[in-house]
T-cell receptor
Framework: AQKITQTQPGMFVQEKEAVTLDCTYD???????LFWYKQPSSGEMIFLIY??????QNATEGRYSLNFQKARKSANLVISASQLGDSAMYFC???????????FGTGTRLTIIP | DGGITQSPKYLFRKEGQNVTLSCEQN?????MYWYRQDPGQGLRLIYY???????QKGDIAEGYSVSREKKESFPLTVTSAQKNPTAFYLC??????????????FGQGTRLTVV
């Protein structure tokens, strides 16, 4: 069975600092994808970044980067130069290619302090 | 514009009643998903479907039912057997079958309250 673990229920970070949100996963499958989503208080889900299990380089999208350590089964999200608008819930998710089950972690509530 | 539409946005149900949440997509996606989110919590998978007329139970399927008669539509019925149905329900869809950034697209959600 696949499982996503996010151990930080909440984080407070000073504006303009970098922040790392932790995500570990568990699966016996070799072909999978890892995703990060942002959920503001409005409830919408915003896709941020993707990492494939066979990708050798860490994914980057603007201020977002994914620190992928396959042997440790971790896929941490790094946000550089945090902004007030980054305050939201952040979810890590995993999808097994083939059976298409998409599983989410419990999320981390990030609050940026001015 | 392509996207996923969930309706209604807010839904009130009396105890003991079944209620159906609508989810329609015009993105030509094969995979569709239903999630439940409780306040301050993560998304828990209820059901998912890869193809018309086929679907699989997620992690919390008890008390829920789905159908997939059309590619575009994946309605969720919350039955009276669901003991605590008050929650935020999110529908999502994605393409499948390829190893690439096939992120799921989400609807705006339906907030169900049992009164």
């Amino acid at each position: 069975a696949q499982k996503i673990t996010q151990t930080q229920p909440g984080m407070f970070v000073q504006e303009k600092e970098a922040v790392t949100l932790d995500c570990t996963y568990d699966t016996s499958d070799q072909s999978y994808g890892l995703f990060w989503y942002k959920q503001p208080s409005s409830g919408e889900m915003i896709f941020l970044i993707y990492q494939g299990s066979y990708d050798e380089q860490n994914a980057t999208e603007g201020r977002y980067s994914l620190n992928f350590q396959k042997a440790r089964k971790s896929a941490n999200l790094v946000i550089s130069a945090s902004q007030l608008g980054d305050s939201a819930m952040y979810f890590c998710a995993m999808r097994i290619f083939g059976n298409e089950k998409l599983t989410f972690g419990t999320g981390t509530r990030l609050t940026i302090i001015p | 514009d392509g996207g996923i539409t969930q309706s209604p946005k807010y839904l009130f149900r009396k105890e003991g009643q079944n209620v159906t949440l609508s989810c329609e997509q015009n993105l030509n996606h094969d995979a569709m998903y239903w999630y439940r989110q409780d306040p301050g919590q993560g998304l828990r998978l209820i059901y998912y479907s890869q193809i018309v007329n086929d679907f699989q139970k997620g992690d919390i399927a008890e008390g829920y039912s789905v159908s997939r008669e059309k590619k575009e539509s994946f309605p969720l019925t919350v039955t009276s057997a669901q003991k605590n149905p008050t929650a935020f329900y999110l529908c999502a869809s994605s393409i499948l079958g390829e190893y690439k950034s096939t992120e799921a697209f989400f609807g705006q959600g339906t907030r169900l309250t049992v009164v």
